[in-house]
């Protein structure tokens, strides 16, 4: 079967402007009623799977005879979930699982959830190859995910057993003695691994996934952690023990001191998570980065001034940020800040949070208000921040923290974003974008901005003078082009010559502004034209 790709890339001419035609915010129902009944597949690919629709037209596609078009709608992220839900019990596999792996949005971001019970019906009724899938947890509701060790369900509370780190003594005893074997048995999987001699028997002696993943992550014994640190140098495993949350307090000390400043680097990080990043760490959806969150503070006042003093800046940057410095402590540490690093989106935890307790807000206003631009660097990631913060920091000297409250805040000023776009080209900048309070009055003056990312910006003001638009559409950048082929005040001569345009002719059939005639002619043509 194709893949989208490949279905676009064998769609003509007259299929790319139908399938812009059915982006066209200005398509009457009607139009996308008779597409989706009559047009190609690439063209039924693009609207169910790319856009919100109308009931109708819902209606339409979870009746429709096509597997691959039911089959894409059941992955669009713009519609609401409760629509895509209706395709559960679809008779074909292809659909279901495309409803369970879920629309195509990259970690950390995450689809709406799926009603709950919705959810519990596909974990109960839908085969195992399906249920594998990341794509079904990152579908549940932060309330579902919390009532899975205790749900009626055996195969429901199966699920519930993999939050088994942060699940309370007596929701883990109560899924050890579970009257469901097989809940039983995936409890017993994850409670093993807190067994160092049970962990020992089955670490692999050779390299592998693992074997990292224990040395990381497992409880250790101390004969493992003699092994390792009595092995021949040049291997990474001292200082993937480093990181171990099980690492003996005596071990810790001995690694401050290693030769491998790779090793004393990890050994400071044991301790530079602040209370307000552990929180949401330690109900991450990931594993590996809830284990993480579980590093002690095990690092001694000698061990710090060794690392504050260190030859290698990774570990002085490391320590510098430890939580029992102080700001006169910290000033003292010869250490940079990188800049080179990406400042995107962080996700509030999955799991619901507890009310902060009066500790972690105090720790998150003592981290905002801090000298070292890390610490501001996580306030500013605090999707709670109070508002005098939020004002403070959005004017701060540092470039990281102004975009990571920018990429995090629901509050963040319009005028931060904005400047955030124009000062950070690093990943996600184009999230930022997406902020529901992303300005686009006054855009129109980037119309000639050296970055082809900034001058794309002006597409976005519905002001930009008709002549400007034109002229980006014949932009060097193809993105540019593209986004002013779909500008509203594109004059109509020039939006007729861009249908007939290899490249462009999807974009100008999106055009708001594309007249009822020519939404006429496109329809009675299959997209042929003439032009």
Known sequence: MLTPAQIWADADLPARRLAGLALNPSAPEAVLLRLLAEAPLAVRMVLCRDRDLPGAVVDAVIEHPDTRTRGFFAANALVDPAQR??????PEWFVRAHLAIGPDIKYPYRPRPLPDDVVVRMICTYEDELLGTLGIFQQMSAALIESLPEHPQPKVRCWGVNGWAQLPADTRAALLADPDETVRERAQNHARYEDPAWVESVLPAHSCHARTDVLLHRA????VVDSVLTAPAGKDDKAMIARNPSLPPDVVILLATDPDPEVREEIARRTDLGPTERHALVADPHPDVRRAAAYRTDLGPDERRAHAADPDPRVRLAVSVHPALSEEERAGIDYEVPMDCRFGYHPTPVVPA?????????????????????????????HDLPPDLVTRLAEDDDLGVRVLLA???????????????????????????????????????FADHEDPQVRALAA?????????????????????RAAFARHPNLPPSRLAELLGDEELAHHA????????????RLLTTDGRGPW
Not at 85 to 90: C, E, M, N, T
Not at 359 to 372: G, M
Not at 417 to 434: K, M, N, V
Not at 509 to 520: E, G, R, S, V
Request: proline share 14%.
């Open 407 to 445: 990429q995090n805040h629901p509050d963040a000023p319009p005028a931060l974003l904005l400047r955030s776009f124009l000062e950070y080209t690093g990943p996600e900048r184009d999230h930022l974008t997406t902020r529901p309070d992303f300005p686009t009055a006054q855009l129109a003056a």
């Open 85 to 90: 839900a209706r395709l559960v019990d679809d």
């Open 460 to 480: 976005r003001d519905p002001d930009t003078a008709p002549a400007a638009v034109e002229r980006l559409t014949r932009d060097p950048d193809p993105d540019v």
């Open 220 to 223: 250790l014994s101390r004969a």
């Open 354 to 382: 507890k009310p902060a307790e009066p500790s972690q807000s105090e720790a998150v206003r003592r981290n905002a208000l801090s000298r070292h631009p890390l610490l501001r660097r996580e306030a500013a990631m605090d």
């Open 509 to 520: 059939a999106a055009n708001p502004a594309l007249d009822p005639a020519t939404i006429d």
